[in-house]
């Protein structure tokens, strides 16, 4: 099989607020695309490269394994997203991958030559690069590329709390709770059912002070306790809460830490969540839309006052909320066409 048969571009983009595109072309047939409108595109023999304001380049050294040269790294802080967009031949090609044991899933944009993976960097990943493998597989047969995606240390702040003992030590009765939401909520995570929902942008679940403590590892009265997961936007108690984005509800209750809870599965391995809701306005197995009102802020579960506690899991990554409206998921393309 020829390596070069099937792929024409591949190229990561990273945050549009750093105006940060890389894009490598491994064969020059086709000019170098990356999809997204009002970008310029620097060909340099076969390796197109856009770098924005920052200067900085996302993909170093910008080559290719298979023709000759060292293979693309892609570069990830903990708690980011990468997105992946190949340009591949042939209409009918489907793309797979895999990176540190986990499934890549490639969708399709409405061109059907051009494919989207999303990898996210968990807030504790690893750091270092491991390779990143990619299947296209067509009516021509099979082919294998190797990439790879380097983690970097986000350097997340730590909190240092002192509390009555009485306040961190859990009874019986409740850790068995806690365990059971938690062998749950992991259950939810490893069965994610539907293929990509949402068609358009993820938007904030609601307008609020966003509170940075996305990442922070906590210590409390000396002891390593789970870093935080997501991110705390401030809101008056009642404040609508909205779904980023389209997906399926598939857990809505209330839970020890997080109180009242929603999850909403987006399709691909990503969800997003919502906690210490005063109110849920949806039930298990509804179908939500972008921006359809599912709940009220609270302080239930552990929360010193009202505020929302937003996450997303991407695969099992605990990723940073907002980097799915930082990087434009799924809207920069007008004509999104969902699997
Ligand atoms: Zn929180």
Redo the contacts with the bound molecule.
């Keep these: 099989m020829v390596l070069d048969g099937m792929l024409n571009t591949i190229c990561q983009r990273r945050s549009p607020s750093l105006e940060l595109l890389t894009c490598l072309s491994v064969r020059s047939a086709v000019p170098a695309q990356c999809g997204f409108a009002g970008r310029t595109v620097l060909n340099i023999l076969h390796v197109a490269v856009v770098v924005g304001a920052s200067g900085l380049c996302a993909a170093s050294p910008l080559l290719a394994e298979g023709v000759g040269v060292a293979p693309t790294v892609f570069r990830a802080t903990q708690g980011e997203i990468v997105e992946i967009v190949l340009s591949v031949s042939d209409r009918s090609t489907t793309v797979t991958g895999t990176w540190r044991g986990t499934n890549v899933p490639f969708f399709s944009l409405s061109d059907s030559t051009t494919m989207v993976g999303l990898v996210g960097a968990d807030l504790a990943s690893k750091l270092g690069k491991d390779a990143l493998n990619v299947t296209m597989t067509s009516p021509q047969g099979t082919e294998t590329r190797r990439f790879f995606i380097e983690v970097v240390d986000a350097s997340f702040p730590v909190q240092r709390l002192t509390l009555p003992n009485n306040m961190v030590d859990l009874d019986v009765a409740i850790l068995k709770r806690v365990r059971k939401e938690a062998k749950h909520l992991r259950s939810i995570f490893a069965h994610t059912r539907v293929p990509r929902a949402w068609t358009d942008s993820f938007v904030a679940p609601l307008d609020g002070k966003i509170s940075g403590?996305f990442g922070r590892r906590r210590f409390i009265n000396g002891q390593k306790k789970n870093p935080?997961?997501?991110?705390?936007i401030s809101a008056p108690q009642g404040a609508q809460v909205q779904a980023s984005n389209r997906g399926i509800v598939r857990l809505a209750t209330e839970q020890f830490f997080s109180g009242k809870s929603i999850l909403i599965d987006h399709g691909l391995g990503l969800f997003t969540m919502y906690?210490?809701l005063s109110e849920m306005l949806v039930n298990e197995g509804d179908t939500v839309d972008r921006g359809a009102v599912i709940g009220l802020v609270g302080s239930t579960g552990r929360?010193t006052g009202p505020?929302l506690?937003w996450?997303a899991r991407l695969n099992n990554a605990r990723v940073d909320p907002y980097e799915l409206i930082r990087m434009n998921v799924g809207s920069s393309r007008t004509n999104v066409r969902a699997q």
Aim: glycine share 16%; aromatic share 8%.
């Design positions: 403590a935080h997961t997501g991110e705390d906690f210490h929360a505020h506690h996450g």
